[in-house]
């Protein structure tokens, strides 16, 4: 198939497999305490550090001049992500300076996108299917910010973080037109997507069954 048909159609597999999440299984690392807008937060801080580091490790081993520009400016979004959500956790009396978001190491997913060798893989995974997911639980933590009365951590991710994940989703799409151009790129892609989808289910089940913990933000 051409490439045009191939990102549609993994676009679809995406976001079929997507709706099918309830809204109370989103995907959430490990989180200690109450299910509350500030440890949420501490969730997001991690997911936004891993974010920002596997686009900095693919920028440097990636050849492609047009892949290295998008990876750099998913760099900077995430890196303003995360100083947005700690200085929000500050004006909620938590001093993010005092947090490691790594202490309990990289989640599964992280280990997984750093194996990937291709571009391919990369983009359809990272920015294409985990870009996705991310927009999808933002969305849901907007909910829960909204509905917990914290309009103005609710206003951030609507406002910025969201509309940056989907921008890097479509820079995703973007890419994928130029690169799943053979069988063996599409074959390669799709594959990698739905793993990430996989341990997107996995991790998001497993937490909700030990923590009960959901409305996680970011991916």
């Known amino acids: ?5 191939f990102v549609a159609h993994l676009d679809g597999e995406n976001q079929r497999r997507l709706k099918s999440l309830a809204p109370d299984d989103t995907l959430k690392p490990e989180v200690e305490g109450e299910l509350t807008v500030l ?32 990876l750099a400016r998913q760099v900077g979004d995430e890196a303003k992500h995360y100083r947005m959500i700690a200085d929000r956790l500050r004006a909620l009396g938590f001093d993010a300076k005092s947090f490691d978001p790594l202490g309990k190491g990289y989640g599964p997913l992280f280990n997984y ?15 294409f299917t985990r870009e996705a997911i991310a ?11 909204e509905h917990a009365g914290d309009r103005e951590t609710a206003a951030m991710y609507r406002d910025v ?14 890419l994928l037109l130029r690169l799943a151009t053979t069988p063996e790129a599409q074959a390669a892609a799709a594959a990698s997507a ?11 089940r497993k937490a909700l069954a030990t923590a009960g913990i959901h409305h996680a933000p970011g991916c």
């Not at 949420?40 to 801080?45: F, N, Q, S, Y």
């Not at 927009?135 to 910010?145: G, L, S, Y």
């Open 1 to 5: 198939m051409t490439s045009e048909e």
């Open 39 to 70: 440890n949420l937060l501490k969730v997001a801080l991690k997911n936004e550090i891993e974010a920002t580091e596997i686009a900095a490790r693919w920028l440097v081993t990636t050849g492609e001049v047009d892949v290295k520009l998008a």
């Open 113 to 127: 996108l750093d194996t990937l060798p291709t571009t391919v893989e990369r983009v359809a995974a990272g920015q």
């Open 135 to 145: 927009v999808v639980k933002n969305r849901q933590f907007i909910e829960f910010c």
């Open 161 to 174: 973080i969201e509309p940056d994940e989907r921008y890097h989703h479509e820079l995703g799409r973007i």
């Open 194 to 204: 739905r793993k990430t989808l996989e341990l997107a289910d996995e991790l998001q």
